[in-house]
């Protein structure tokens, strides 16, 4: 114990002495000390701004994925055949407004999310650090710690989840007027295991796609700084946080798919108008009905807006959360 102690003693005199290098994501002992509460507000601020650029494409996703009838362009069956046929519906039936449903909840989703996450990654690389003999921004570690982190921020945050897919699924007209009365109609209707719809498959997939998002995030920067073409900063961790939102999303995007089916579960009233409905009992199934009915490429619905927003999203939140804790950095060292 007292090995450990002198140890992280000397790691602190060490970055010290060092020059800044900026903030990484995750625990980095060469830069300047980044704490589990800074990467909160950090990574709550990122979840912000990037939550209110991508809403648009949120929805889009959302509206395919509830969709039961067969996707396909040249005789279209459903509602929606493609995303310009999609938004052209959406915007001539419910105005520009609609492609911004649900985003009260949204935020509270991308702000609790963030902060939970991120604080969670930063305290899960530092431990790993001061407690063991591995590399903190290895990328193995990365590829733990961002699942761990992120099964944390999913089960705190999982009934703003709910809240937010059953605005953004919603026609005209509406069933809820307000968060205030989405809680209090789905509570009475519904019980409080309502809030929890759909938490065992995001459970199963959020662990590799996090993992993956950091496990990827953090070779690809590596990749680029070893390549050097592109200069340092923001647009690597963009193009970086892009190419890792895109193959996390493509490798567990069917769980996705399943929790959004169950977390409209008892909301089919309002889904009526947009087609056929479903009540599945339970994720095996979720899984086995729209295998039976829709086929395997069911599980693929809405899988093109939800790339374009993963890119987006994954690129903005490392971009967004770099910049924010760079800045936090700048200002402790002021002070």
Not at 262 to 287: P, W
């Amino acid at each position: 114990m007292a090995e450990l102690q002198e140890r992280n003693v000397k790691r602190r005199a060490e970055r010290m002495c060092r020059p800044s290098q900026g903030v990484m994501v995750g625990y980095d002992p060469s830069s300047t000390a980044l704490s589990p509460e800074d990467a909160a507000v950090a990574g709550s601020l990122a979840g912000f701004v990037t939550r209110a650029i991508i809403s648009p494409l949120d929805v889009l996703k959302i509206r395919f994925q509830l969709q039961v009838e067969r996707l396909s362009s040249s005789r279209p069956e459903g509602k929606y055949s493609s995303m310009m046929q999609a938004w052209r519906c959406i915007l001539g039936e419910e105005g520009m407004s609609a492609f911004w449903k649900g985003h009260v909840a949204a935020q509270m989703l991308s702000v609790c999310y963030g902060a939970v996450q991120f604080a969670s990654f930063q305290a899960l690389t530092e431990l790993v650090h001061k407690s063991t003999s591995y590399n903190s921004q290895a990328a193995g570690i990365h590829f733990l710690c961002g699942g761990m982190a992120a099964c944390s921020a999913t089960v705190a945050c999982q009934p703003l989840d709910t809240l937010r897919t059953r605005f953004a699924a919603q026609g005209e007209p509406k069933v809820y007027r307000s968060l205030r009365h989405a809680v209090s109609t789905m509570y009475v209707q519904e019980g409080a295991r309502t809030f929890y719809r759909g938490l065992t498959p995001t459970l199963v997939a959020v662990f590799p796609y996090a993992g993956l998002q950091f496990f990827s995030y953090n070779i690809l920067k590596k990749l680029l700084e070893r390549d050097g073409r592109m200069s340092k900063g923001g647009l690597q961790s963009l193009v970086s946080g892009s190419m890792a939102g895109v193959i996390s999303k493509t490798l567990t995007y069917p769980f996705d798919l399943f929790k959004k089916r169950l977390q409209v579960g008892g909301f089919e009233k309002a889904r009526a108008h947009f087609g056929q409905v479903r009540t599945y009992h339970g994720f095996l199934d979720c899984v086995v009905c729209i295998a039976r009915e829709e086929g395997l490429a069911a599980f693929f619905k809405g899988l093109s807006p939800s790339l374009i927003k993963a890119a987006m999203s994954t690129g903005l939140t490392f971009f967004w959360y770099e910049f924010f804790t760079s800045t936090i950095s700048n200002l402790r060292r002021r002070s």
